[in-house]
C-alpha cells in the first residue's frame, strides 16, 4: 500500500511539476464563478490580478474597453486547431510546443542546457549554418532574423542566458505575447456593443499592474520560416507602455548621463517592441527571440512591458549597462 | 435463281438495318448542325461578357479555357478591338493564352510587334507564344529584345528566343542574368544551363557567388544534384585566398550532398576552418557518409590542438556511429 501511494505521488509531483517547470513566473489562481468574461464588461475597474488563472485552468486577461469599461478575457495560450496563412486557417496553432527532439531540455525545463547548444548543429532537420545564411539580412527575407554578425546559435545562446539571469522562462516570456496575440485575433467576435451596437475599442490589455497597448497591421503576403516547421508570420505587431514614475526616476539616476538621443533611444527600446508573430511561436519552440533586427522581440524588453520584472531587475540582469545590453549584437558561438 | 425462305427473311432484315441507320444519319445531321450552332452562340455570349467582365471575368474565361480551340476566332476579335477597355483586351489575352491553340500565334504576333499597342497586352501575349516555332520571327524578337528596358517584359521576349534561336536566346539570358538579380537573375540562370548542360557547372559556380540569395540558392541546389559536376572547379574557388565563408559555405554544403571522392577530403578541411559557417556546416555533412569513410579521418582530429576542430571531431563520430 505505501508502495502505491508513493507511486501516485512520485507520479504526480513528475508528471505535474515538470508541466509547472517550463514556467517560473506564476500566476495568480483565482475563484471566477461570479466574474463577467467577455462579452461581459465591468464600468470602471474591477480589482482582479490580470493575467489570472481560473480553477479549470483557463488564463483571463483584463482588458480597457472604451474609456472606463473592462472585460475579462479567455487567453489561453494553448494547442488549437491549425495555424496557416497558406491554407487559411486561423487557428490557435501549436502555442505549446517545444522542439523536443533538438531540444530535450528547453521542452522540459523551458530553458536550454548550454551543454547542449554546444553540441546543436541541426535543428529541425536544417543545419545551423543553413539557417544562419537564411535568416540573415537579405536572405529569406530583406530585414533578416538576425544581423550580419550574428548566427542562430549565438543568438539562442546569448538569449537563454539573459533569460536565465532574468530568472524565467522561455515559456514565461512567450506567455504574455500568446495571451495578447489571441486576444486579438478573438476581440473582433466581441467589439460590437450587445446593448448599444456601439463599436468597442481595445485600449490597452492589463498586465501586472500595466497598461500595455497593442497594435497590428496585417501585410500582404505571408514570411516563411527559416526552419523547417510550420509557422509563418504575417502581421505587424507593436507593443508599448508608458513609463511610470519609478521607472523615470531610476533611468534618470542610472542612464542621466547618457547624450539625449542615446537615453530616448534606451527608453524606446525598453519600452517599445516591433514584431511578428511568427517570433512568439520561436520563442516557446526553440527560445529564439530574432537577433538585433527591427522585429527582435528583445526579452529584457518583454519582461519590463508585462511587469514580470522591474527596471531594477533588468539592469542587475544586464550587468549594469542597458544601453550596452541594447545595443550590442550576440557573436560568440556556443562550440 | 432460286431464294429460299430463310434467305429473302435474312435479306429483309439487313435492309431493314440499313434503313435505320440512314434514318438515324439523316436525323443526326440537322443536330449536330444545330449543336454547332448552339456552341457557336454560347461561345459568343461568353466572349461578349469578357468585352465588358470585371473582377468576375474568370467565370466568362473558365468555359471559354474548357471549350478550347472553337473559342479562339471569337476571342481573337474581342482581344483586336481597340475601342474596348484594356482591362477588357487583356483578360482576353489571357484566357487565349490558356487555351494555347496555333490559331492564337499570328494574332499574338501582331499584337506583340506592333509599337502602337498597349505596352502591357504586348507583354501579356508573350505567354500566348511559348512552346511555338518563332523561328520565321527571330529577328523581329532579338531586336525587340534589345530595345526594351523592362525587365519583366525582356525575360518574357527570351523565354520566345529559346523556340526562336537558341544561341539568341542564350545571349539574351547572359545579357538578363549579368543585367538583374531576383526572380529574372534565377529564371535566367535556369534557361542558360538548359541551353548549354555542358557549361552547368560554371554557370552555377558563378550562380553561388552571386550576392543575389534566389540565385545562389538555386545555383546550390542545382549543384548538389546536377550530372554535370566539375568537382576540381569548385575547389579551386574553395582554396581561392578571397572566396568569402558564404561562399565557401556553399561549397561545403555541396560536397556535403555529393558522394564524389573529393567529398570526403574537401570536408575534413573545411572541418578545420576557422569560419564557424564553414566547420559547421562540413560536421553535418560529413555525417552524411558511411563511418568507415569518415571515422579514421575524425579520429586524427580528435586531439587537435584547436577547441573547434576537437569538438567538431568528436560531435561526427558520435552522430555517425
Redesign the interface.
Known sequence: MKNVILFIFLFVFFFYGCKQDRYRFKIETIDTENLKLAPGYYTGKPDLPSPALSRDGRELVLLNIDNDRYTLFDATVENGEPFDYKRRLYGKGNQLLADEEDFPTLARTGLHSEREL??T??ITGR????I???GRP???SGVGFMSDDE?IMSVIMADNRIVESLGLTHPDLARPLFHLWNISREFDNYSIDTITGDRIQMEAILYNGNEVKVEISGSRGWQESIFNDEILGSGHIYISRELNKEEREFLNQNYGNLPENKYEELKKMLFNIHTGELVFFYINRYGFYEGHTEYRIDPVAAALIFGMRSIEDVHIAVGGDLYEYFTSPFTE?P? | MNISPHHSLKIRNKMKTLCKYFILFLLVIPFKQASSQDQKEYIDSLANMLRTAGREWNDYSIPLIEIGEPAVPALVEVVKDRSLEQWNRRISAMTLNSIHSSLWVQPALEILFDLTEDPVLRNHVTAGLRGFNLAEVRDKLWDLFNEESNESYKSNLAALLMTADTSLAYKAFKELYNTYDGHVQRGALMNLVMIRPGESTSWFLKGIQM?D?MTSNLAMDSLMTSDYFDADDLISVYNEHSTGD?VK?RIV?IFGHRDEPESIPLLVEALQDES???H??A??GLCRFEPEQVITEMKKLKNDSR??VR??SR?VIKHIE
Do not use: F, M, P, R
Request: proline share 0%; charged share 20%.
Open positions: 554546444k553540441n548543429k541541426i543545419s545551423v549554418s543553413q544562419t545564411i537564411d537579405w536572405g529569406s548566427t558561438n562550440e | 550576392d540569395w558564404e559555405w554544403c564557424w559557417l564553414v559547421t556546416e560536421a553535418v577547441n573547434y569538438n567538431n560531435w
